[in-house]
Each structure stands twice: as structure tokens, then as C-alpha cells.
Nanobody
């Protein structure tokens, strides 16, 4: 199983970025596919997830700003991020499991499920 993220970068507040995560080695559309983020000093937080039954969840702080969408033909999950805020600055990871509610670092979860290498998003003025 292999996940590769791309699309991070630096933007000003109010800007937009789209992250992508391309998967290989497993049945993509039968899996939970989530985006997580971790800022220095913070826990690994679930940002958004498309569950294997087709529902999509968003963490409260990103509702109305972020959109998760999936291209099953490309085995790719995207995170469209609009109206970015300073507090969105973090390293973003995709993973093929639902770890919502976990308290700890993302690296502590690397042995559970499959994770990408992460992509940095920096929002600064």
C-alpha cells in the first residue's frame, strides 16, 4: 500500500490550496480515506474523511471552507482548501483509516493503516 500526497505550499490568509493523495496497492473505493493534520505542539487531528460507506465528515473548524472529493478512477482523494487561516498551518497527511478522536502525534499512528509522507501547508501574511 502506497499513498503519496502533493499540493502543499505557502499562501496568504484567505488563499486556497488543493491537496491530492494518490493511492496504490489496495481497493481504494472500499477504504476510509482521510486527511489529517498536525501543527507543532498539537495532536494529530482528523480534518476530513470519506468513509468506506460513502459519507464525508469535516472537523468543525473547516466546515464550509474545505471540501474532500474523490476520483475513484484515479484512486485519488483531494482536499480543496479555501479561505485558509493562519491556524490551518500544519503538516497534512492522508491515511486509509479513521482515527478520529486520537490524542497523540500522527507518527504514533504510522504503524496503523497506511499513511502518506505528508505535505506542509503554511498560511502566513
Amino acid at each position: 500500500v502506497h499513498l503519496v500526497e502533493s499540493g502543499g505550499g505557502s499562501v496568504q490568509p484567505g488563499g486556497s490550496l488543493t491537496l491530492s493523495c494518490t493511492a496504490s496497492g489496495f481497493t481504494f473505493d472500499d477504504s476510509d480515506m482521510g486527511w489529517y493534520r498536525q501543527a507543532p505542539g498539537n495532536d494529530c487531528d482528523l480534518v476530513s474523511i470519506r468513509t468506506r460507506v460513502g459519507t464525508t465528515y469535516y472537523e468543525d473548524s473547516v466546515k464550509g471552507r474545505f471540501t474532500l472529493y474523490v476520483d475513484n478512477a484515479k484512486s485519488t482523494v483531494y482536499l480543496q482548501m479555501n479561505s485558509l487561516k493562519l491556524e490551518d498551518t500544519a503538516r497534512y497527511y492522508c491515511a486509509d483509516d479513521d482515527f478520529r478522536g486520537f490524542a497523540g502525534t500522527c507518527s504514533q499512528l504510522f504503524d496503523f493503516g497506511s499513511w502518506g509522507q505528508g505535505t506542509q501547508v503554511t498560511v502566513s501574511s
